[in-house]
């Protein structure tokens, strides 16, 4: 099973409908019990990454949030996306990639089911929450300058 069908069980688990159809905008929408998907996107890898997002803004939004220019509506878009990465990468995720032996971001992507670009997200917002580097258990992930991790002796 990839990780889009994972997803959309889980959906379906927790009552949420989830359909492939065309947007105006974006890649998905959540309203109510119903997420839509934009019914063009070529991968299930990409489509598991706009859903891990709408999952996440299922858990953490309230409200209509598109109007962005409301730092409050950002908080929400920001904890959502934060809740999709976490869920398909996490820490531990990147973790365990090093582990496998994974050397680069297209082959930590590809370890991790997800695409590279939301890998690039992923960072990005990791460096934004963590600064310079994290610890966790036996490791430090080191966000800048690169992606990279050390296990401590």
């Known amino acids: 099973m990839n990780s889009y069908e994972i997803l959309l069980d889980e959906a379906r688990n927790i009552g949420l409908v989830v359909k492939e159809k065309p947007l105006q905008s974006g890649d998905g929408r959540i309203k109510g ?35 962005q220019s409301k730092l409050e509506n950002r908080k929400q878009e920001r904890q959502a996306r934060l809740h999709g990465y976490n869920r398909l990468i996490g820490l531990m995720g990147i973790i365990h990639a090093f582990n496998a032996g994974c050397q680069n971001k297209y082959e930590i992507a590809d370890f991790l089911d997800v695409t590279e670009e939301y ?7 990791y460096r934004d929450k963590y600064g310079v580097y994290t610890t966790v258990d036996n490791y430090i992930i080191y966000f800048i300058p690169n992606l990279v991790v050390v296990e401590m002796m």
């Open 33 to 67: 019990n119903k997420i839509a998907i934009r019914h063009d996107i070529k991968t299930s890898r990409r489509k598991a990454n706009v859903l891990a997002e709408e999952l996440g803004h299922y858990y953490t939004s309230t409200g209509d949030i598109r109007d």
């Open 119 to 125: 890998l690039e997200e992923c960072i990005s917002c």
